[in-house]
Structures are given as C-alpha cells and as structure tokens.
C-alpha cells in the first residue's frame, strides 16, 4: 500500500497572488491588534545600546585625547623642571664643596702650624700637669688665632683623647671632656686616624648651650714627628652659614632644599624642627644612582620631584624637591578644558542618542512586539511604519512574511486532516498486514517442523540402506564359499572311483563341510528374514512420506500463491516416495526368491546328511551314492548360479534404493532449507508489519501535534 503526499498544496503564494479579498481583511484587521502591544524592559533595548556604545565612544575618545595631553604635557613639564633644577643644584653643591674644602684647608693649617706641632710634642714629652696644662694654653691661643678671625666659625675645642684632663675651648663653644669623650661622634674621629670627620647637625650645638644650631668638623691632632695623637680638634660652624649658601637656589613654589648625610637623617633644613630627624625622601644608595639623580616620590604625603647631588667632600647629598602639582598647576589647564570638552561631547551623545532611538530604536520596537504576538499564533497584527530606509523595508516584508504564513497554516491545517485520515487508514491496512504476516508464519513453521521431520526419517532410511548393503556383501561372500565348496564335491565326486580307497577318512571331512553349510545355509536364512524387516521398515516409510506429502501439498494449497512453490516440492517427494516403493517391492520379490531357494537347498543339505551316514556304513554302496551326490551336486551348483544371479540382481537394486534414499534425504534438507527460509522471511514480514503499524500510529500522533500545534494560530 503506498500513499503519496501532493507537495504542491505547500508552495507558498508570490506576494501578488496573496493580496486577495482575503489577506486585505487581514492587513486591515492587524491595526487592532496592535493596540494590544506593549513595551518591554528598556534596558535589553537596542536604541539603549546604540544610545550608550554612541555616548561611551564619543566621551572615551575626548578624555583619552585631553587625558593623554595632560599626562605628555607633565612628563615634559617635569623633565624639563629636573633638567633645570639639576643644573641649580649642581651650582650650589659646588658652592658648598668649595666652603666645605675652606674648612678642611683651615683645620689642616692650624694642625700644621709649627707652633701647635712644638706645643703637640712638649705636651708628650712634659711631666708634671702645669707644664701641661701651660701648654694646653699655647695651643689655645695658637687655635684662637685662626678660629676668631672667622665669622662662620662658633668656636673650636681641644679635647683630650684620654686621661682627666680639661677640654680648652675657643669662642662660643663649650663641653666637658668627660661628656665629650663618652659621645659617639667622638669614637668616630678617634677611629678616622687623623682624616678630618664631618659630624652631624646639633640644634644646640656640640655643647648643648648654643641658641643656633651648628655643623661641626673634628680630627685626632697627631705630632708629625711622633705621629702620636693626644687630642681631638674639634670646630663648630653656624648651620646658618649653609642656609645662606643656598638662599639663592630657588626651585619653585613650595620647594624645600635639605642635606641627608649618608643615614638618610636630615642636616640641614629651613624647618629646625627637622633636624636629625629621618628624610621623608628614600634615596638611593647603591651604585651610579647614588651620586646624583632625580626621581618622583611621595614626601609626607605629597608627590614631589626630587633631585639630588651629594658632596665630595662630605658625602652628604644635598636634595630638591618640588611638589608635582606646583609643576603642573599650568598642564591642569588641559584637564579642565578636557572635561569641559567631555560634558560638551555628551551632551552631543546624548543628543545623537536620542535621535538614534527615534530613528531605529523605536520602530525596532514595534516591530519586535508585533513579532511577539505573531509568535503567541497571533497571526493577523501588521506594521504600519511608512518609511524608505531599510526599517521601513523590514516592516514591508514582515507584512508580507506574516500573509505568507497565514496561507501557509491554512494550507499546513488542511494537509495535517488529511494526513491525519490517510494514517488511520494506513494504520488499519497495517495491523491486517500483521496479522496476516503471522498467520503465515505459523504455517510455514508447521512446514518446516515436517520437512526437518522428513529428513530425520530420510537419514533413517539411508543408515538402514546401508546396513542392507553389508548384509547383501556378507551373502556374496557366503555364495562364494557355497560355489568354491560346490566345485570341490564335484572334482570329488570326479576323483571317486580313483579315491575310494580314502574314502572312509575323506567323509568325515566331508561331513563336517556339510554340516558347516548347513550353518552357512542357516545363517543366510536369517540374513534373509532381516532383509524382510528391513524392507518392512523402508515400506513403512515410504507410506509416512506420502502422509508428510499429502499434508504438504494440504498446507501449500491454504498459503495460497505463498505456498505454490512448496506444492512443486511435495509433489517431488510424493514422486520418490513412490519409486521407493516400487523399488521395495522388487527387493521383496527377489528376497522372497532367496528365501525359496535356501530352503530347497537346506532340505537338499538336510537329505544329504544321512546319505553320507549311510556311506559310513556301507562302503559298497559309495560308488552309487557318490554318482548320486554327484548328480545332485551339479543341480545344486546351477542353483547357487541361480542364487549368485538373484543376488547380484538385488545388490542392483539395492545400489537403486541406496540412491533413492539419498535424493529423499536431499530433498527433505532442502525442503526444510527452504521451510526455514520461508519462516525467516515470514518473521521478517512480520516484523515489517509490526514496524509499519508503529509508524502509522506515530504518524497519527504526528498528526494529531501538529492539529493541535496549529490550533494556536489566529487566522
């Protein structure tokens, strides 16, 4: 059964086919239904993103430009500002190594003045303390010379390296040894060996007493004779006299200029409050960086623009720093404009915006509720955007797209009817398939179990054939030793007369052959009963084959035009069934023969037995006996010729039977090769069926969804 589905009831129409009568009423139906649209969450709109991808870009690109003018602007700003300050700095550290070197030149000229190297030497050499303490005098005055004459200066002091002795102090400046000579910086002029040492800033001086803070340089004072050093020379120098060395180097508002030593702790400042305190600024101490260099970084909080050159004299380092945003307070001026320019620009996105979702947003809108209706089967809503750009020309296809579809689900409704009725039909037609396929499935079953019946008995007949064989092969071999015994008697019934006189001893063996034939003769005589049974059983068997036939050609007639094929089979196995008889019959008829003829030869045996009795007793009856058994002795070798004749006539038709057996067996394995190929192909037919009923079951479910599917749809 084939159906065939007409696929022109599905093309759709062409644009001017659809505007009929019908699809006006439709377009014209579609402005109410769409009062019922209804905006949805405007942060997933497109106008939005169009609006913000417009504002972003537009406000990204004037800050990035004005951002990245102000930031080249202040990287110039303070590279040049670096350059420049390096330069002042640099003139001003020259200022103060050259200060810095007076001062050495001026503590060398007072440790190698003649006068403080003679009183060095006589204070070594002197034994009581006023020869000492006269000479510490001498060496006062001598340092007073140098030391009053300078401004700079606030005073000087000889301290004893050890020993009780009291410290000579010039000017302003006052200590005790005992203090002086626990201090750290006093340990590390005695550790210099007569090399001048630059000490620390002291807000109140070295002796605690001074109302202005001072610097101060210190040296063992060793006799250039003797090379041994008894004193510490110790100068202080106003902290001032450095503040105004530098009252010139003007770096900028807010600017700050200090001296680190070589801790980091701060030696000078215009802040006395920072004194000795940790520099806020880290620099570096390693490698070329360590000299000089500029750098950016935070001081209390601010970022400043740091440069620095330390000293050669010294090893202090003398710092600049200048707040960054002092630098740039000029560059700010692009920022500000550069903000200014951004609010400009976004009023100008905003503006584009807003146009942008005028122009696109809103239609797109419209069109994506129409849209939504049309997908809750809502198929009569219609765009009315009257417009030329491409949105117009999507609300135009989209007009067209939902008539399209309208005569498409009317067509779509129709066909999924009609489909819906062929399945019920399909699915009826199928189930009597089935059941016809089953039906013929059990049949040919019942055949196939026949026909493997058949073989089994076939393979019987042929085992018994072949036993028939080794019978008959076992009576030629007995005729044969009848007829090689037959010619034996008769040589000596020839020989008698010549033999006679050995006649008594020779018939003792002659009774004992004759008593062996007569076994021989029985035996035959029961291989003769079993040919019977045997032949009994093959008759038997043909009868069963013509019932299996009979019922054969019974069932291929009910398969009908199925079963004509197994018809031609059973009428072959009815034909060989009938020659199987016939030839069971010759073989009984020749059996029968055989049995007749042994019977005689037994009565000939079973009366020659007392003949040879007699001739025991009588050997004067020998000859005429003799002649006798000779005379019978040529009847009996004409019926063992006889008897050979019938057998070889019977192994002929046993070697017929032999081969009738076997083209049965045959043919009952190919009959049931082909029962069984019938049932497969019958279980085949049944599984197609059972298939086909499934398909037409889902094709009506199939049909029935897309009913209900289509039921959504207004139309």
């Known amino acids: 059964m084939k159906f065939n589905l007409k696929k022109d009831k599905l093309k759709p129409q062409s644009a001017g086919e659809g505007l009929n009568a019908n699809v006006k009423s439709l377009y014209s139906s579609s402005l109410n239904g769409m009062k019922n649209v209804k905006m949805t969450n405007p942060i997933k709109s497109v106008g939005l993103m169009l609006f913000l991808i417009i504002f972003c870009a537009i406000l990204v690109c004037v800050l990035v430009v004005g951002l990245f003018s102000y930031s080249t602007s202040k990287s110039i700003i303070k590279t040049k500002?670096?350059?420049?300050?390096?330069?002042?700095?640099?003139?001003?550290?020259?200022?103060?190594?050259?200060?810095?070197?007076?001062?050495?030149?001026?503590?060398?000229?007072?440790?190698?003045?003649?006068?403080?190297?003679?009183?060095?030497?006589?204070?070594?050499?002197?034994?009581?303390?006023?020869?000492?303490?006269?000479?510490m005098k001498k060496l006062s005055d001598t340092i007073q010379s140098y030391v009053l004459g300078n401004s700079t200066i606030v005073g000087a002091a000889i301290i004893p390296i050890a020993g009780d002795s009291t410290a000579i102090t010039v000017g302003s400046t006052s200590m005790s040894s005992e203090d002086a000579q626990k201090s750290d910086w006093m340990k590390s002029i005695k550790d210099a060996s007569?090399?001048?040492?630059?000490?620390?800033?002291?807000?109140?001086?070295?002796?605690?007493?001074?109302?202005?803070?001072?610097?101060?340089m210190g040296?063992?004072?060793?006799?250039?004779?003797?090379?041994?050093?008894?004193?510490?020379?110790?100068?202080?120098?106003?902290?001032?006299?450095?503040?105004?060395?530098?009252?010139?180097?003007?770096?900028?508002?807010?600017?700050?200029?200090?001296?680190?030593?070589?801790?980091?702790?701060?030696?000078?400042?215009?802040?006395?409050?920072?004194?000795?305190?940790?520099?806020?600024?880290?620099?570096?101490?390693?490698?070329?960086?360590?000299?000089?260099?500029?750098?950016?970084?935070?001081?209390?909080?601010?970022?400043?623009?740091?440069?620095?050159?330390?000293?050669?004299?010294t090893g202090w380092k003398l710092v600049g720093a200048v707040p960054v945003a002092e630098l740039v307070k000029d560059a700010k001026q692009i920022r500000n404009a550069t903000y200014?320019?951004?609010?400009?620009?976004?009023?100008?996105?905003?503006?584009?915006?807003?146009?942008?979702?005028?122009?696109?947003?809103?239609?797109?809108?419209?069109?994506?509720?129409?849209?939504n209706e049309g997908e809750r089967g809502n198929l009569t809503v219609r765009s009315t955007i009257n417009k030329?750009?491409?949105?117009?020309?999507?609300?135009?296809?989209?007009?067209?797209?939902?008539?399209?579809?309208?005569?498409?689900?009317?067509?779509s409704n129709q066909s999924a009817q009609d489909v819906l009725g062929t399945a019920g039909e399909l699915s009826d037609a199928s189930k009597k398939t089935a059941i016809s396929a089953k039906e013929i499935a059990v049949a040919t079953e019942e055949i196939a179990n026949g026909a493997t019946s058949l073989a089994v008995e076939a393979e019987k007949g042929s085992d018994l054939t072949s036993e028939i064989s080794q019978q008959m092969l076992q009576v030629m071999n007995a005729n044969q030793e009848m007829g090689s015994a037959a010619a034996e008697v008769e040589k000596a019934s020839r020989q008698g007369?010549?033999?006679?006189?050995?006649?008594?001893?020779?018939?003792?063996?002659?009774?004992?052959?004759?008593?062996?034939?007569?076994?021989?003769?029985d035996r035959l005589k029961e291989s003769t009963r079993s040919i019977r049974k045997i032949l009994d059983v093959l008759n038997?068997?043909?009868?069963?084959?013509?019932?299996?036939?009979?019922?054969?050609?019974?069932?291929?007639?009910?398969?009908g035009a199925a079963g004509k094929g197994f018809m031609v089979v059973a009428d072959e196995i009815r034909k060989l069934a009938d020659q199987s008889r016939q030839s069971i019959d010759v073989v009984g008829q020749i059996t029968e023969t055989i049995q007749k003829e042994i019977d005689e030869t037994v009565n000939v045996l079973s009366n020659a037995y007392p003949i040879f009795q007699e001739q025991i007793q009588s050997v004067k009856e020998a000859n005429q006996i003799f002649l006798t058994v000779q005379g019978q002795m040529g009847d009996f070798v004409g019926r063992l010729?006889?008897?050979?004749?019938?057998?070889?006539?019977?192994?002929?038709?046993?070697?017929?039977l032999s081969e009738a057996m076997g083209n049965v067996s045959a043919v009952a394995q190919e009959s049931s090769a082909t029962s069984e190929e019938v049932a497969s192909l019958s279980n085949e037919q049944t599984n197609i069926s059972e298939g086909l009923v499934r398909l037409s079951d889902k094709l009506e479910m199939v049909s029935s969804g897309l009913k209900e599917t289509l039921s959504r749809f207004r139309t």
């Open 340 to 371: 200014i320019i951004a609010a400009i620009a976004a009023l100008l996105a905003i503006g584009i915006g807003l146009l942008v979702i005028r122009m696109v947003a809103i239609p797109l809108v419209n069109l994506r509720n129409l849209m």
């Open 219 to 313: 040296r063992v004072m060793k006799n250039t004779v003797t090379n041994e050093g008894n004193f510490v020379l110790l100068v202080e120098i106003h902290l001032s006299e450095i503040g105004k060395q530098l009252s010139d180097l003007q770096l900028g508002n807010g600017s700050d200029i200090t001296i680190v030593d070589n801790a980091n702790k701060i030696m000078f400042s215009k802040d006395e409050k920072l004194l000795t305190q940790n520099s806020p600024i880290t620099l570096p101490t390693e490698g070329k960086a360590a000299k000089s260099g500029s750098l950016t970084t935070q001081s209390n909080g601010v970022e400043v623009l740091a440069m620095y050159k330390q000293f050669d004299t």
């Open 497 to 521: 007369t010549t033999y006679m006189n050995s006649l008594i001893e020779k018939t003792g063996m002659t009774e004992e052959m004759t008593r062996s034939m007569v076994e021989k003769v």
């Open 81 to 135: 500002v670096a350059d420049s300050s390096a330069v002042a700095i640099g003139q001003s550290k020259g200022k103060l190594d050259l200060m810095f070197k007076n001062y050495e030149a001026l503590s060398m000229q007072v440790l190698l003045d003649k006068n403080v190297q003679d009183n060095l030497l006589q204070y070594s050499q002197a034994k009581d303390d006023y020869d000492k303490f006269d000479i």
């Open 194 to 216: 007569g090399r001048l040492v630059w000490l620390p800033s002291k807000v109140k001086g070295y002796g605690g007493s001074s109302s202005d803070p001072t610097i101060a």
């Open 540 to 559: 038997n068997m043909t009868k069963q084959t013509n019932i299996l036939s009979l019922n054969a050609t019974i069932e291929a007639a009910r398969a």
């Open 388 to 411: 030329k750009d491409e949105i117009g020309q999507l609300a135009q296809s989209f007009n067209q797209m939902m008539t399209q579809i309208t005569v498409l689900v009317q067509q």
């Open 641 to 656: 010729n006889t008897v050979t004749e019938s057998i070889s006539v019977l192994e002929r038709s046993q070697v017929v």
